[in-house]
Every structure is written in C-alpha cells, then in structure tokens.
C-alpha cells in the first residue's frame, strides 16, 4: 500500500490540480468499483456451453457488473454436482432442471428453485418420419435411446409411460448420448427413437434429417430449466441473488435487441473455452437459437408456472422416481420479487 501511495504522488506531482482531479476516476476509480462489488459464484449446469449465454455474456458484457455484482462462473458437470455445491454453499446459484429438483428436493428439501430460466423442458423425442413414434404407446415393445441410465431423460420416459398407464418394463432402454449420431442408430433399426435437447433437433434439421420431433412436454409437463440455491443461503443472501437475477434479465434484453450477435460470442469467448465458438459459423446459430428459447422467460420476468410443479411431482410419484413427500415447497419466489419490484 505504502509503495501504491509513493507511485501514485510521483504520478501526480507537477500536474495541474483540475488535471489531476479528473485523472483520478480512471486511475483508481476501477479498483474502487471492484471494491464494491459483491462477489458470488454460479456454477452452470454443464460446462461453458454457448446456451448459457444468460450467464457468460452476463458477466463478459458488464451486465453483473451494473448489478453491483463480481459473478465467478464455474463449469458444472451435471445436476448432482449442482445440487452439492449449492448445498455445501461453495456456489450460490445453479440451474438445473425441474425434474432433477423436484428428484434432488425428495431425498433432501434443503434447496429450493428461484427462478425459471427455460419455461418448456429441453428434451424432444426424435424418430424417423419413416417410422415416427408420436406418443409414448408407441414405444411398447420398442427401444428408446437416453442420455444416460437414470439421468433427466430416463425419468422423462418413465414419466412419459405412467402418464398413459404404461408398464416401464413394456419398453427397452439404451444409452445413446445426446449428439446427431444417435440418428444414425433410429436409421439403423438398432432403437425406434432416442430423448436428446432441442440442440441436437436444431442440427438435425440443419443437416436436413428425416427426423420425426416433439417435446417431452407433451406427455409429461414440468417446470424447465430453473436457477436454484439452498435454503440457508436464501436466508442471508437473498438481495445478492436478486441481484443475480437482475443481471441476466438485464443481458437478456439487451441481446434481444441486437442485430449482430457476433461481438456476444467475441466477448465470451475471450474469457471461457466455448467449443461451439470454434464451429465455421462461430456458433452463431445455435446462439439464435438459443436466444429463442429464453424469449418467454424474459417477458415472464423469469416467472414459473405452478401448475407444472405439480404436474411433474405427481408424474415423479406415479412412475415411483421418487416418494410421496408433504412439503411441496420447491419454488421460492420471494428472490424474483426483489429483483423485479420495479
């Protein structure tokens, strides 16, 4: 400090008083925001994937920054991750989906939803116009693809069947991941249609794909994509996360309303490892069509539809994902409310 306080007389000296005064705020006066900022770590839902610009382009185009916020962002590897950290309050705020909540919220009501970032699920049931499966009865005595064993898209199918009163065993499952190629095996013979996110039904069609596509949500209404804490947290950092909200409302809007999104992904890219940056197109589309999907939630000022919690609740108990539970209290609105008072 003593040495600052040296460097910063030598600087001065010799220069007019009026000069030196409006040096100042360009000098010190960023150390001085950044003293004032407060801190917070978010941790996304899987990576630094370009869809959750939300976030990144939050932080990078100064949005957080407005807000009064310093939002470390870290790269999360999946819901269960999210909820332990969350939990453990090493991060403030995740998102995860609903689904995943209401599953995570079952063993352990300590954490609690505080806005919907993504109001419809992110995952589509694709098969081939040739041989379309268009509702789960289609599926009996098939082989449907997941991402993963007992991850988001193997309790959708499950909750898929129980919504039409199908037996779980009456349909064969297969681990597929969620990339195009999964195609190739409905192509095949090998599975009758395969749970991927709406990305991949986006590159799909881009690639010009016979593919047969509808929303999960169809069958199986649930709340989207949603931020969430814990509970303890909640208690003492609700104006942070306020503040948390308000900033990506606030980048929300302003992507809205730009013509040329290039210098978004410049920006993001400057500082976060985005692998879809590095595509031909600089991942320009799926930021379009990214940006699509939080259209709605933006206008809802992130708002959530209760009926869709219990919906999926019911759905969870009915294919035996989870136990019957009293305390429903998995959304908290009361972070919104401070963050959109205005």
């Given at each position: 400090?003593?040495?600052?306080?040296?460097?910063?007389?030598?600087?001065?000296?010799?220069?007019?008083?009026?000069?030196?005064?409006?040096?100042?705020?360009?000098?010190?006066?960023?150390?001085?925001?950044?003293?004032?900022?407060?801190?917070?770590?978010?941790?996304?839902?899987?990576?630094?994937?370009?869809?959750?610009?939300?976030?990144?382009?939050?932080?990078?185009?100064?949005?957080?920054?407005?807000?009064?916020?310093?939002?470390?962002?870290?790269?999360?590897?999946?819901?269960?991750?999210?909820?332990?950290?969350?939990?453990?309050?090493?991060?403030?705020?995740?998102?995860?989906?609903?689904?995943?909540?209401?599953?995570?919220?079952?063993?352990?009501?300590?954490?609690?939803?505080?806005?919907?970032?993504?109001?419809?699920?992110?995952?589509?049931?694709?098969?081939?116009?040739?041989?379309?499966?268009?509702?789960?009865?289609?599926?009996?005595?098939?082989?449907?693809?997941?991402?993963?064993?007992a991850g988001a898209t193997e309790n959708l199918l499950d909750m898929m069947l129980a919504a039409g009163d199908i037996e779980k065993d009456g349909v064969a499952r297969e681990a597929v991941g969620n990339a195009p190629a999964a195609f190739q095996l409905v192509q095949q013979g090998r599975i009758a249609?395969?749970?991927?996110?709406?990305?991949?039904?986006?590159?799909?069609?881009?690639?010009?794909?016979?593919?047969?596509?509808?929303?999960?949500?169809?069958?199986?209404?649930?709340?989207?994509?949603?931020?969430?804490?814990?509970?303890?947290?909640?208690?003492?950092?609700?104006?942070?996360?306020?503040?948390?909200?308000?900033?990506?409302?606030?980048?929300?809007?302003?992507?809205?309303?730009?013509?040329?999104?290039?210098?978004?992904?410049?920006?993001?890219?400057?500082?976060?490892?985005?692998?879809?940056?590095?595509?031909?197109?600089?991942?320009?589309?799926?930021?379009?069509?990214?940006?699509?999907?939080?259209?709605?939630?933006?206008?809802?000022?992130?708002?959530?539809?209760?009926?869709?919690?219990?919906?999926?609740?019911?759905?969870?108990?009915?294919?035996?994902?989870?136990?019957?539970?009293?305390?429903?209290?998995?959304?908290?609105?009361?972070?919104?409310?401070?963050?959109?008072?205005?």
């Amino acid at each position: 400090m003593k040495d600052l306080i040296l460097d910063r007389r030598r600087l001065l000296k010799g220069v007019p008083a009026v000069a030196a005064t409006a040096m100042m705020p360009s000098l010190f006066g960023r150390s001085a925001l950044a003293a004032e900022l407060t801190e917070m770590t978010y941790l996304t839902p899987f990576g630094y994937l370009i869809s959750f610009v939300e976030t990144m382009y939050a932080d990078t185009g100064g949005f957080f920054e407005k807000n009064g916020l310093s939002v470390h962002i870290e790269g999360g590897r999946g819901s269960s991750m999210a909820v332990q950290q969350v939990t453990a309050q090493r991060a403030l705020v995740s998102r995860t989906g609903g689904t995943d909540l209401i599953k995570a919220y079952a063993a352990d009501p300590s954490i609690v939803a505080i806005a919907e970032i993504v109001q419809k699920d992110l995952f589509y049931v694709i098969s081939s116009k040739d041989a379309p499966i268009e509702k789960p009865e289609d599926m009996v005595g098939k082989t449907i693809g997941i991402v993963s064993a007992a991850g988001a898209t193997e309790n959708l199918l499950d909750m898929m069947l129980a919504a039409g009163d199908i037996e779980k065993d009456g349909v064969a499952r297969e681990a597929v991941g969620n990339a195009p190629a999964a195609f190739q095996l409905v192509q095949q013979g090998r599975i009758a249609a395969f749970i991927a996110t709406s990305n991949t039904v986006f590159q799909l069609n881009v690639d010009k794909q016979p593919i047969h596509a509808w929303s999960t949500d169809e069958f199986a209404p649930c709340p989207g994509q949603v931020y969430m804490t814990s509970k303890a947290q909640l208690e003492t950092s609700k104006e942070t996360a306020a503040k948390f909200l308000s900033g990506v409302e606030d980048c929300l809007g302003a992507m809205m309303g730009m013509d040329d999104l290039a210098p978004v992904v410049a920006s993001m890219a400057e500082k976060y490892d985005i692998a879809e940056s590095k595509r031909p197109d600089g991942g320009l589309s799926v930021l379009k069509e990214s940006i699509k999907a939080y259209e709605k939630p933006y206008a809802d000022k992130l708002a959530t539809d209760p009926a869709k919690w219990k919906s999926a609740y019911e759905l969870m108990v009915k294919a035996k994902l989870i136990d019957p539970i009293d305390d429903l209290g998995f959304f908290d609105d009361s972070v919104r409310a401070i963050a959109f008072k205005g």
